[in-house]
């Protein structure tokens, strides 16, 4: 009824109160029988008893919620878990509610893959960074052996904080309490005055995250106990980033920001591009709202590009910069942004990546980000400077901190108008032409706290133009050896780059390119070749 304390709380409109209602029921449900499902099983039932809420979304699947999700997220959740052209902006407490927060950090960044920072920041033996996220502190390393990891921040002694985020570099970690001392390969190399024996030490080595893994130069980590395959999450983006080096990055520059928002409108304003025009100017011109097209696919991310990229005189443009070697001509005229839930963005231009990383505050509506920028591999025009090189390197990243100065001026405003649309309860709107990458993204976070992964089903058709593409694009790099046979020795232009003559037959070689071509005599006898690029 109109003076509900429900309705006044959580303003849904009438057609949710029936499904509200059920979610309600089901919820009492659980707690009524819960005592009497835990005897059963106290007392050896044959079976596994599992009472769990069930959720009941617009389009009609009814799908389990765990335990530990109250009913009032799941009745808030409510609205937006429809298609984009049916759905409502996700509600306002997500971002300004501390028992929703906590139980983000807990279902998101507690159990499921998220980023912490880059390879090329610890690639060198006695590299240290140190990632301080809202429940623990984490020091990721590389050891003498040019090995990976990542440990917690505590002393296997008292349990002392070993490390600030001000280290970068060192020989050991050293815990300033009681002055104990590690390798960087966790191991417990001295105990003062302890009288421990080498056996004892093996057992107090730091204690390692369990999960750490790489992808496109970025590192990983999971806190669960033997966690899937970080592939798992990624699903289609190893293929698109596939002629891209991002594991052979050059490190240019890093910039961090305190945000006074919450994390996920960090992510959501990266995959918002319909606020191009109003906030970035510069941008605009360089990437035009109205050449930004879906390039998704299945996985736990959002992925769209600019395609044509417009020079604009700007220190991004085109003659910049070296592209990637291996890209095909379409990718080396468009932009590729993606945002790999929940953390990290990526903005893939031709020539250069720069990176958002973002991670929650224990405070709510704060976030930790962290820009950065880096250049593809032989990015330097041939014949330019180091200083030249470095000059315009500086330019392009003053250009991509610009844009996130800018972005981060309006988060601020969003947050402080979310507080006010809590206090009114209202949910905002979709546009879904511009908006589906939102709305995924939202679907996104409710789907890691119930525990699933994406429905698919809830995002439109977004059509695959760039897809399309990519892929005739691909077929056209295939080139048989009887199409070879009738060139002279006029240069195949998109040969401007090392490649592999693979054969049909058992012989196969591989060498660069003779000043960018490729003639009847470019390898073995054989049927049929393939260049790869």
Known sequence: GRGSPRRRFYGLSPSHLKRQRSASFSSMLAKLLRPACQGALRHGSAGQIAVVAQRHSSNGISEPWPMGVPTKVQELALPTMARVDEAKVLHPAFYVDKDIHDLQIEHIFGKQWFAVGHTAEVSKPGD??????PDCSVILTCDRTGKLNAFYNTCRH???????????SCKQLVCPYHWWAYRLDGTLKSAPHSGFQEARKKDLNLKPVPGVSTFAGVIFLNHQPSPPPLSDMLGDLQHKFARYDLDDLELHGVKYYDVAGDWKLVAENFVDYYHIDAVHPALAKFSQVKDHKAYQARGQHICFVTSPLTDSGGPGDSDQFNPFRRLLPVE??????????????????PHSVY????????????????????MAPGAKLPGESPERYH????ALMSFVSTVNDEDVVVIEKLQRGLQSSSRCSMNGEYVPAYDWPVHRFHNLVLNSLRGTVMEENLTNNLGDEFAAQVAASEQETSISLEQLAVLDTEPLPFLEQPFVVECTEATQESGPATEGECTKDSGPAAEAVTLSL
């Open 332 to 349: 080396r005229s468009a932009a590729l942004f993606c945002q790999a839930f929940p953390n990290v963005s990526f903005t893939i231009y």
């Open 128 to 133: 240290v960074k140190v990632v301080d996220l």
């Open 158 to 168: 008292r349990g002392a904080r070993i490390a600030s985020p001000e280290l970068t």
């Open 355 to 374: 990176t958002l990383i973002v991670l929650p505050s224990k405070e709510v509506g704060k976030s930790r980000e962290q820009l950065s920028m880096l």
């Open 391 to 394: 000059e315009k390197k500086e």
